[in-house]
């Protein structure tokens, strides 16, 4: 009797990550390939060479598939099967769902959602909002986006782009690259952070260049001025966006993660602290800013969950 297993796969903006679910929602198997810079076609040929190394090991463990659950780096498409991602170039209307489905010569589910939903329900089935109904995942990495989920449901919006808050509005002046990515993200973004950081170096002459925020956040535990200026101005940011998720959706927790939270997770009382001056006084009280559990697997555990009703039972 072979055991019934899922796939989950988290497409990324550097690589494809999957692993095999078993009944007990525990990844018994993983595969990850790096994207390093490739196209439409390229990156759906990865998709598949990650589902075939997972499909193998399969057979190897006598274990059988019902189900693919996909974590996207943008917006599917439920009536046409299609993803828009935009920075994999060519995914504006990719297939994805077809391609996954025509790949199998059994009958399997194929579940594709968005990567900020399937951050938070990955949290909610094995991390650090388990047992929540009302949490929000804040994922800062190369830009900024959240899942929210309320009542235990994931808030979405008429065109399921809710959570799209880089493009939160937290200043009073108006400039043009907002246009491009958001304020919230050109602020306090791993790349945001990074960007503004080299202005200050470009205007003290320093010679620093191709500054990332990783070595932004080493520079600011080596006191260096530049490094503190703009990791202080992220954090007032963070606080801002903090106050508002609270005072709108009242949630029980806030976790952070992304490639930022990371280094930044130190800074929570920080966080904490700017936004309790401008949130909702009560609700405030009543939220917990924590660090991801899952870390970089939040985005796997929720697409894992995606299929999880297809985990029980055994087929001959």
Known sequence: MKQNVVFGIDIGGTKISGGIFNSSGNI???????????ERKQVGNLVIKVIDHLQTASANLS???TAVGVAVPGIFNAQEGTVWAPNIPGWESFPLHDL???HFTEEVA??????????ILGESWKGAAVGCKHAIFLAVGTGIGAGILVNGTILRGKSDIAGAIGWMALTDELIPPYSIHGCFEHHASGKGIAAIAQQGYNQNNSGTTGITSKEVFKAY???DPVAIKSVERAIEFWGKAV???VSLFNPEKIIFGGGVFGPASQFLDDIYRHATKWAQPISIKQVQLVITELGGDAGLYGAGYLVKNHLSGKNG
């Open 221 to 223: 535990g080596e006191n």
């Open 63 to 65: 274990l059988k598939v």
């Open 100 to 102: 996954i489905s025509n």
């Open 110 to 119: 194929v579940e594709i959602d968005n990567d900020r939903a399937c951050y």
């Open 243 to 245: 106050a508002n998720l």
């Open 28 to 38: 018994i198997c993983r595969e990850s390939i790096l994207i390093d810079k490739m």
